[in-house]
């Protein structure tokens, strides 16, 4: 007979950590040479942290645009740096990287088909390479996917991103239920396949065995969610169900 449970339903996805948003820095003057840089790479800044000055002495003559330093648009952790003493960088060069926030979020990879099971602020949890485990809620889901890979994605925000690395990989589990849900299981044993179909065979009058349809859910261990088809008090064949016809008439065993 059907057994009462309560099921955690996860998604396990592969993905990758990546930064919340990084913003890109440079100069807003040409030909103007860089006399010093202040930070490096992993360097922690606060917003209007200065990053480098600029050598006043080259300015161009009769330059009004602002100049003599470049600074941090925001808190963050500098990712790269571009800069160099004594260069003279475009104004459109990229100088300097800086991860907003030093915020960090993991990016899953989804089939086609699981984009659509998630759902903004769902948990999830993450594991990294080194075995730390960091818990975190969607963020966003991607409205499409790929029509070259079939992949989509989802961003999960990380409640702490403090020592994880940008671009390493990672593996995370997403709570589709919230929590535990309540559900009916058979063992695995019970259920049998013919086709597209799942059926089981249920015993009815004078003990003989008739075939039912049923549709079934999740697997866990060696039971299987049962969604539709069958009554909390019918009895089923638990094992030896290949070898059963319908009609046939079997020994019932009370446990």
Request: net charge positive.
């Amino acid at each position: 007979a059907l057994r009462p449970e309560q099921w955690v339903q996860t998604l396990s996805a592969n993905g990758s950590i990546i930064p919340w948003q990084e913003a890109v820095i440079g100069s807003q003057l040409q030909g103007v040479r860089i006399a010093d840089v202040k930070v490096s790479i992993g360097d922690r800044v606060q917003r209007g942290k200065v990053l480098a000055t600029l050598d006043n002495t080259l300015r161009p003559a009769g330059s009004t645009a602002p100049q003599g330093r470049i600074v941090a648009p925001d808190d963050g952790v500098i990712s790269a740096v571009n800069a160099n003493v004594g260069t003279m960088p475009k104004s459109d060069a990229e100088l300097f990287r800086l991860i907003r926030q030093g915020r960090l979020e993991w990016q899953a990879e989804l089939t086609a088909e699981e984009p659509m099971r998630l759902r903004r602020g769902m948990r999830v949890s993450v594991t990294l390479g080194d075995g730390r485990t960091v818990q975190g809620t969607v963020r966003a889901i991607s409205p499409k996917v790929e029509m070259q890979t079939r992949f989509g994605h989802a961003l999960v925000r990380l409640e702490d991103s403090s020592n994880i690395v940008a671009g390493v990989f990672a593996r995370g589990t997403f709570d589709l239920t919230n929590g535990k849900r309540k559900l009916a299981s058979l063992p695995q044993t019970a259920v049998m396949q013919r086709g597209s179909q799942s059926y089981v065979l249920v015993v009815e009058a004078e003990s003989r065995v008739h075939e039912r349809t049923v549709r079934i859910g999740q697997r866990v261990g060696d039971r299987i969610e049962i969604k539709q088809g069958l009554a909390a008090n019918e009895r089923v064949v638990k094992t030896g169900g290949p070898f059963l016809t319908e009609g046939d008439v079997v020994q019932v065993v009370a446990r």
